[in-house]
C-alpha cells in the first residue's frame, strides 16, 4: 500500500495546478474617462460587482478580472484601448464609456475583433441604429442604457405627471440641451413629445458644450417666458445650474442632467442645485429594485459618494455578462452575443433587455413599464429626492427655490 | 432693458479678462518672459479656494486660493522660467522659446494635476456675497458687481504701486531699460522677484473670482491662457493700459455677440479683431514698437 501512496501524492500534485489552470478568469474589460464624474463611476461600479461575483464563489467556479483604461474621453484611446483589451489583455466583453461619440467610434472596431462591447451610459440612437443597419458585423455592440428617444420619452411622460397635470401647470417649454450627438435625437423626442402632452415649445437652445458664461443664454430664454426648461445636458453641468442660482433664473430645470447623477454635484455647485430636476437610471435611496440600495450602499461605502448614472447600468452589466458567460457555456463571442441578446436580469435600474434584430434599437435596453423606465429625482436640501414613478417615489413632492416663480 | 444688460454683464466680463491679462503682460514687460502656465496657476486659485470652502469657509477658500496661486507663480519662476534663462547650454537667442516651451509643458503638468486630483469636472468657488441686486430693471448677481468692484480694486493698487512706490517706479524702469536700471545700481534679480510676487497675487484674485463668477474647470486652462495672451498681444505686448483696453474691448465684442447673434459664437469676433489688427497694427493698441 504504501508504495502506492507515493505516486499518487505525485500525481495529484501534478494534477492541482492544472485543475487551478482550467478555471481560467472571465476577464471583462473597461474603457472609460476616469477624470469626470461619470466617467469614473464605471470602473469602480465594475469592480464592485466582480469582487461581490468573487466572493460568492465566481462564475462557475471561475474569478471575474476587471482591466480598465482610462480614455481621456478621447476616441482615438478608447479604440486604442479596445484593440488592447482583445490582442494583449484577451477580455471576453467590453463595458465602455458613457459618451455616445466615442461609442459611435468604438461600434466598427467591436465588430472587426468580434469582442462583445457594452455601452452602459452612451445614450445616441446612432448606436443601435446602426447594429440595426448592418446586424452581421456590428451584432457585438450594445447599449446598457436607455436610448435619447427613450430618454425623451421619458421625460415627457414624467414632466406630464408631475409639472403639467401637477400643480405648476405648466403650459410652455424651452429646451435648454447641449450640441452632441446624443442630444440629436433627444431634442427631436423632445419637440415631438411635448405637444402631445399639451405643451407648446417656444424656443430651442443648443450650446455649446465650451460654453463658460451661460449668462446670455438664460436672459434670452427669460425673454421668451416658458414656464419650464427642459434639459439635455451631460458634458455640462456645474456651470449652468450654479449660475442659474446665481442669477435666479425664474425657470424651473426638468429633464435631463447626467453630472447632476452623482453626489458630488451637491458639492461641486455648492448648493445651486437645489430644486433641479433630473431623469436618474436609479438613486441610493430608492429601491427600484431589490438590488438597488445594496448596490448604492457597497458603493458609497467604498468611494465615498454615489454612482453616478453609468455606475449603476455598469454594475448591472457586469453581472448579465457573467449570466451570459454562464448560460452560453463558453466564451466564444458568437455564443455570447446569443446569450446577451437573451439578457432578461433583474438589475438596478429594472428588468433588462435588449430590443431584437427586427427592431430600430437593436440591441438597446428596452424601455417601459415592467423593464426600464428611468427614474426622476429632485435635489432637496443636498439629497436626491425621487418624485417619479409614482410607484417607488412615495410621497416625494417638488418643491422649488422661492426665487422660481412656478413655485408661488 | 438688453442694452443696460449688455453693459452690466460685459463690464463684469471684462474686469475679469483685464485682471487676468494685467499680470500676464506686466511679467513679460518686465522680464521678457511668456508665461504659457497662467491658465493653469488661474484654475488652481479656484480649485484650491472650492476644496478649502467647504472646511474654511467662503473667505478662508478665497484666502487659500490666492495663496497657492502666489506660491505657484514662485514655484513657476524658480523651478522653471529661472533655471532656462540661466542655463549655459542654451543660446541666448533660444531662452524665449525655451522659456515658452519651459512653461507651457509646466502649465500642461499642474492642469494633469488638478484633473487627477479634482476632476475635469467645473467647479465653481462659493460667492463671497450670494443675492441679486436689480440695477436699473436688471436683475444681477450681487457677487458679479463684488467681482468687478474688486478687479478694479486689483488693478487700482497696481497702479498705485507702480506710480508711487521706489519698488513700482524700478519695476517700470526694468521693462523700459533694464541695463540703465543695473547701472543705477538696482539688483534686477529683485526687480523680477517683486514682479512675479505681484504677478502671483493678481493670478489669484482673478483665479478665485473667476472661480466664483462662472466656474473653472482644467479643460479651460488652454483657453483662459490662450484669452491673456489674445489679449495682450491686442492691447501690445508689455502694455498695462493696452492690456485693460483690450481687455474691454474683447469683453464687450463677446458679450454682444452672445446676446445679438448666437452665444454659441461668441468668440469668433474677438478672434477676427485679433487676427486684423496683427495684420494691420502689429504693435497692438498701446504697444511701444
Given at each position: ?181 446624443w442630444t440629436g435625437p433627444l431634442d427631436a423626442g423632445y419637440a ?47 456651470q449652468p445650474t450654479v449660475q442659474w442660482a446665481n442669477q435666479q ?160 | ?246 481687455a474691454y474691448c474683447i469683453g464687450y465684442l463677446e458679450t454682444l ?33
Amino acid at each position: 500500500m504504501s508504495k502506492l501512496r507515493l505516486p499518487w501524492a505525485v500525481g495529484a500534485a501534478v494534477m492541482l495546478p492544472l485543475v487551478a489552470q482550467a478555471a481560467e478568469p472571465i476577464r471583462i474589460g473597461v474603457i472609460a474617462e476616469n477624470s469626470a464624474i461619470s466617467g469614473i463611476a464605471i470602473p469602480n461600479a465594475a469592480q464592485v460587482a466582480a469582487d461581490e461575483i468573487n466572493a460568492a464563489g465566481g462564475v462557475d467556479g471561475r474569478r471575474i478580472e476587471i482591466v480598465a483604461y482610462d480614455d481621456h474621453n478621447s476616441a482615438a484611446d478608447a479604440v486604442r484601448a479596445l484593440q488592447r483589451l482583445s490582442s494583449q489583455d484577451k477580455v471576453q466583453a467590453v463595458i465602455a464609456s458613457y459618451t455616445s461619440e466615442v461609442a459611435l467610434a468604438l461600434e466598427p472596431w467591436a465588430g472587426r475583433l468580434k469582442l462583445p462591447t457594452i455601452t452602459p451610459g452612451a445614450a445616441s440612437d446612432e448606436i443601435t441604429k446602426r447594429v440595426h443597419d448592418d446586424y452581421a458585423h456590428l451584432k457585438y455592440m450594445f447599449q446598457g442604457y436607455l436610448a435619447s428617444t427613450f430618454l425623451a420619452q421619458s421625460v415627457c411622460d414624467a414632466a406630464k405627471d408631475l409639472i403639467v397635470d401637477g400643480p405648476l401647470h405648466v403650459k410652455t417649454a424651452a429646451i435648454f440641451s447641449e450640441d452632441a450627438a446624443w442630444t440629436g435625437p433627444l431634442d427631436a423626442g423632445y419637440a415631438a413629445c411635448l405637444p402631445k402632452i399639451g405643451v407648446t415649445l417656444l424656443d430651442t437652445i443648443r450650446l455649446s458644450p465650451d460654453t463658460t458664461d451661460f449668462t446670455p443664454i438664460f436672459n434670452g430664454l427669460e425673454a421668451k417666458k416658458p414656464d419650464v426648461l427642459i434639459t439635455g445636458i451631460s458634458h455640462v453641468g456645474v456651470q449652468p445650474t450654479v449660475q442659474w442660482a446665481n442669477q435666479q433664473v425664474p425657470i424651473p430645470m426638468f429633464g435631463v442632467a447626467s453630472q447632476a447623477t452623482s453626489t458630488t454635484f451637491w458639492k461641486d455647485t455648492n448648493g445651486a442645485a437645489e430644486g433641479v430636476v433630473l431623469q436618474n437610471m436609479a438613486t441610493e435611496s430608492v429601491p427600484t429594485t431589490a438590488k438597488t440600495v445594496p448596490f448604492a450602499q457597497s458603493y458609497i461605502k467604498r468611494y465615498g459618494v454615489s454612482p453616478a448614472y453609468p455606475g449603476y447600468t455598469t454594475y448591472d452589466a457586469v453581472h448579465y455578462i457573467a449570466d451570459a458567460i454562464h448560460r452560453a457555456g463558453s466564451d466564444d463571442p458568437e455564443k455570447l452575443v446569443d446569450a446577451l441578446q437573451k439578457t432578461d436580469w433583474t438589475g438596478t435600474v429594472g428588468q433588462i433587455r435588449f430590443y431584437g434584430a427586427g427592431d430600430s434599437h437593436t440591441n438597446g435596453m428596452v424601455y417601459g413599464p415592467g423593464t426600464v423606465s428611468g427614474l426622476f429625482v429632485q435635489w432637496q436640501s443636498g439629497k436626491q429626492v425621487a418624485v417619479w414613478p409614482k410607484g417607488v417615489a412615495g410621497d416625494g413632492r417638488l418643491v422649488f427655490p422661492a426665487f422660481v416663480k412656478a413655485a408661488n | 432693458m438688453l442694452g443696460l444688460q449688455i453693459l452690466i454683464d460685459g463690464f463684469a466680463v471684462s474686469a475679469l479678462y483685464g485682471l487676468g491679462a494685467v499680470g500676464f503682460t506686466l511679467i513679460f514687460g518686465v522680464s521678457g518672459v511668456l508665461n504659457l502656465s497662467h491658465g493653469a496657476i488661474m484654475v488652481t486659485a479656484a480649485t484650491v479656494a472650492w476644496a478649502l470652502a467647504e472646511r474654511a469657509g467662503a473667505y478662508g477658500g478665497a484666502l487659500g486660493g490666492l495663496a497657492s496661486a502666489f506660491l505657484l507663480s514662485f514655484v513657476t519662476y524658480f523651478a522653471v522660467v529661472r533655471p532656462i534663462q540661466r542655463s549655459r547650454s542654451i543660446p541666448s537667442e533660444e531662452t524665449e522659446i525655451f522659456v515658452l516651451t519651459g512653461t507651457l509643458l509646466w502649465g500642461i503638468m499642474i492642469q494633469v494635476a488638478i484633473a487627477y486630483l479634482a476632476t475635469t469636472s467645473p467647479h465653481t468657488v462659493r460667492p463671497l456675497i450670494s443675492g441679486v441686486t436689480v440695477i436699473g430693471g436688471v436683475r444681477t448677481p450681487t457677487n458679479e458687481i463684488l467681482t468687478a468692484a474688486l478687479c478694479w480694486a486689483a488693478i487700482g493698487a497696481l497702479t498705485l504701486l507702480i506710480e508711487r512706490t521706489r519698488a513700482g517706479k524700478a519695476l517700470l524702469a526694468a521693462s523700459v531699460n533694464p541695463r540703465g536700471l543695473t547701472l543705477l545700481g538696482f539688483e534686477l534679480e529683485r526687480v523680477h522677484l517683486l514682479v512675479w510676487a505681484i504677478y502671483g497675487v493678481l493670478v489669484g484674485v482673478a483665479g478665485v473670482l473667476l472661480g466664483a463668477f462662472l466656474g473653472a474647470s482644467s479643460d479651460n486652462v488652454g483657453t483662459l491662457t490662450a484669452s491673456a495672451f489674445s489679449i495682450v498681444v491686442l492691447g501690445g505686448l508689455g502694455s498695462v493700459p493696452g492690456s485693460l483696453l483690450a481687455a474691454y474691448c474683447i469683453g464687450y465684442l463677446e458679450t454682444l455677440t452672445a446676446y445679438l447673434v448666437s452665444p454659441s459664437l461668441r468668440n469668433i469676433p474677438a478672434l477676427i479683431l485679433l487676427v486684423a489688427v496683427v495684420w494691420a497694427r502689429p504693435q497692438g493698441f498701446l504697444g511701444r514698437r
